[in-house]
């Protein structure tokens, strides 16, 4: 039992990590969508659909911030949710779980198409490529899935 919560703890911390991250970060892109205030060049953006960094710090607020965090408060507290369950794939399993594969994906995707628009790779993109990767990893550990399971 003891194992199975210390990687549901690691899991939590994950997605808090990710969201207190992602908030700072799209909460400074909505304020300065020149990208100025974290030194990112406007040039970043010349093969994406976006003329500043807004719309990205709106996605980055919402989907990699608000949305880890409510899936840390939500493994910790077992909150209901009823847009969660229905749009659970998995619904033998606690929609929070689901959601944790959920942003583990929308991570991995966030990074891919970055790394596509800018055609360059960096240090940051492979910590937070593994990093979706490793939320994905955790969730589907054999004790975090009989822990989330209904």
């Not at 039992?1 to 909505?30: P, Y």
């Not at 304020?31 to 974290?38: A, E, K, N, T």
């Not at 991570?107 to 593994?130: E, G, K, P, R």
Request: charged share 10%; glycine share 10%.
């Amino acid at each position: 039992m003891k194992q199975r919560m210390g990687r549901s703890w690691l899991l939590i911390m994950m997605h808090a990590i990710l969201g207190l991250g992602a908030i700072v970060g799209g909460i400074i892109l909505i304020m300065d969508p020149s990208g100025g205030m974290v030194n990112l060049p406007e040039s970043l953006l010349e093969r994406s659909p976006f003329a500043n960094f807004l719309f990205p710090g709106i996605i980055l607020l919402l989907v990699l911030g608000v949305m880890p965090i409510m899936i840390a408060i939500s493994l910790i507290c077992y909150v209901h949710c009823g847009l969660g369950e229905r749009l659970n794939l998995y619904p033998e399993r606690y929609w929070a779980w689901s959601f944790s594969l959920y942003t583990g994906f929308a991570l991995i995707i966030w990074i891919m198409v970055q790394v596509y628009w800018i055609q360059d790779v960096s240090l940051i993109h492979l910590v937070y490529f593994a990093w979706g990767v490793g939320i994905q990893v955790v969730t589907l550990l054999p004790g975090i899935q009989g822990k989330y399971s209904k």
